[in-house]
């Protein structure tokens, strides 16, 4: 149990970052989280990112309260929340299911939580809020006469006009289509800006948490596997696993054989490529596994040449072309390695026109290489 007790109402006044130390939450069967521990700074928009089953949402589900931890302790600043129930702690949550009440207007569905807390002004309140999400026009409609995107707005207003420190967002574009999604990502980012409060977003979806979060943290079988900015993880992803699930990657798995001047030299079969050791995420010596994004190769009809051995693969054989008007993608099979994606954007004049069935190789710039951990 926390350091408040229910009488003193402590923990709803809990401030700062949100922290997970040590936190384990198993069942009969199964460890859905397996001692995470992370820092959620206060005022930040987090993601947690992940598949289906890897532990995001019962992460989630202990910060709410909704479960508690089979070992570890959940805190806001230094408060521990550990052991507190859902209405005790300065956390809202906004569900992929709105859970609008139907039978109230949507200023009454926002002023709702206000008036059984007995603030004075809580139609105000609501209408402030209602302003905040652009939805002062709409105040006295019914949820059913709203679009999804309007819901999905009225739901983040009735979290927020509690003025929670901590605001979970569970999968809260899910039911949209993708424009409305797209819209949704844009309008939740600039709230959040708005308020300055923590957002913690749990989402499957790569491009929602990549286009909205401050940080982003990409979990698998219950632990974190890499936790840092968007553009961080994607350009240098350390594990194989994040560098899959973050978009899409061509891999090589080979040996270290080597160092060539501050780059390390990878083999695999006949191929021979090199990633810099400030990019690798191994070791020396042993398995290592190479990558390199499809949008940062290019493609060849003739052998690119000595001037950029370890930063080209080949030959291989054209098994598709797919023309996308921005873009073309092409799908390699290289011997002994599988198949490579290639994605160039049509800017060229002198792009190649070969077909399925011919010879081609594949190159990059040296420093878009890295190595992962298996």
Same mark, same amino acid.
């Given at each position: 149990?926390?350091?408040?007790?229910?009488?003193?109402?402590?923990?709803?006044? #809990?401030?700062?970052?949100?922290? %997970? !130390?040590? *936190?384990?939450? =198993?069942?009969?069967?199964?460890?859905?989280?397996?001692? &995470? /521990?992370?820092?959620?700074?206060?005022?930040?928009?987090?993601?947690?990112?992940?598949?289906?089953?890897?532990?995001?949402?019962?992460?989630?589900?202990?910060?709410?309260?909704?479960?508690?931890?089979?070992?570890?302790?959940?805190?806001?600043?230094?408060?521990?929340?550990?052991?507190?129930?859902?209405?005790?702690?300065?956390?809202?949550?906004?569900?992929?299911?709105?859970?609008?009440?139907?039978?109230?207007?949507?200023?009454?569905?926002?002023?709702?939580?206000?008036?059984?807390?007995?603030?004075?002004?809580?139609? #105000?309140?609501?209408?402030?809020? %209602? !302003?905040? *999400?652009?939805? =002062?026009?709409?105040?006295?409609?019914?949820?059913?006469? &709203? /679009?999804?995107?309007?819901?999905?707005?009225?739901?983040?207003?009735?979290?927020?006009?509690?003025?929670?420190?901590?605001?979970?967002?569970?999968?809260?574009?899910?039911?949209?289509?993708?424009?409305?999604?797209?819209?949704?990502?844009?309008?939740?980012?600039?709230?959040?800006?708005?308020?300055?409060?923590?957002?913690?977003?749990?989402?499957?979806?790569?491009?929602?948490?990549?286009?909205?979060?401050?940080?982003?943290?990409?979990?698998?079988?219950?632990?974190?596997?890499?936790?840092?900015?968007?553009?961080?993880?994607?350009?240098?992803?350390?594990?194989?696993?994040?560098?899959?699930?973050?978009?899409?990657?061509?891999?090589?798995?080979?040996?270290?054989?080597?160092?060539?001047?501050?780059?390390?030299?990878?083999?695999?079969?006949?191929?021979?490529?090199?990633?810099r050791q400030a990019r690798m995420a191994t070791g020396e010596g042993g398995e290592a596994i190479f990558g390199v994004r499809p949008e940062k190769t290019r493609i060849?009809?003739?052998?690119?040449?000595?001037?950029?051995?370890?930063?080209?693969?080949?030959?291989?054989?054209?098994?598709?072309?797919?023309?996308?008007?921005?873009?073309?993608?092409?799908?390699?099979?290289?011997?002994?390695?599988?198949?490579?994606?290639?994605?160039?954007?049509?800017?060229?004049?002198?792009?190649?026109?070969?077909?399925?069935?011919?010879?081609?190789?594949?190159?990059?710039?040296?420093?878009?290489?890295?190595?992962?951990?298996?």
């Amino acid at each position: 149990m926390g350091i408040f007790s229910k009488s003193t109402g402590g923990f709803r006044e #809990a401030k700062g970052d949100l922290i %997970l !130390e040590n *936190v384990t939450k =198993s069942f009969a069967t199964f460890t859905a989280v397996d001692d &995470l /521990s992370l820092t959620v700074p206060r005022g930040s928009f987090f993601a947690l990112l992940g598949p289906s089953g890897c532990g995001k949402t019962t992460t989630l589900r202990m910060v709410a309260g909704l479960e508690q931890p089979t070992a570890g302790r959940v805190k806001i600043g230094s408060t521990d929340l550990t052991g507190s129930r859902p209405y005790e702690r300065p956390v809202n949550t906004v569900f992929q299911s709105y859970a609008l009440f139907p039978h109230l207007t949507v200023r009454d569905n926002v002023a709702f939580g206000p008036k059984r807390r007995g603030v004075a002004d809580a139609v #105000a309140e609501a209408n402030k809020t %209602l !302003e905040l *999400v652009q939805l =002062s026009h709409l105040a006295d409609r019914k949820p059913t006469q &709203l /679009s999804g995107g309007q819901q999905q707005r009225v739901a983040v207003a009735r979290a927020l006009v509690n003025h929670p420190e901590v605001l979970l967002l569970d999968e809260p574009l899910g039911a949209l289509d993708l424009k409305l999604r797209r819209e949704m990502q844009v309008e939740l980012k600039r709230i959040q800006m708005e308020v300055g409060l923590t957002f913690v977003h749990v989402t499957h979806d790569q491009e929602e948490a990549m286009t909205m979060a401050d940080t982003v943290a990409v979990m698998n079988l219950g632990k974190i596997e890499q936790m840092g900015a968007p553009e961080v993880l994607y350009d240098l992803p350390r594990t194989k696993f994040v560098a899959n699930f973050l978009g899409q990657s061509n891999l090589l798995h080979g040996t270290v054989q080597g160092t060539d001047g501050d780059s390390v030299v990878i083999g695999s079969g006949d191929h021979k490529v090199k990633v810099r050791q400030a990019r690798m995420a191994t070791g020396e010596g042993g398995e290592a596994i190479f990558g390199v994004r499809p949008e940062k190769t290019r493609i060849h009809d003739t052998d690119p040449g000595p001037q950029l051995s370890g930063a080209s693969i080949g030959p291989g054989t054209l098994l598709d072309v797919s023309f996308s008007g921005v873009a073309t993608q092409y799908l390699v099979e290289i011997p002994g390695v599988g198949r490579w994606a290639v994605y160039e954007q049509n800017l060229d004049l002198d792009r190649i026109d070969n077909k399925p069935g011919d010879q081609v190789w594949i190159s990059w710039n040296p420093g878009h290489a890295f190595g992962v951990r298996s």
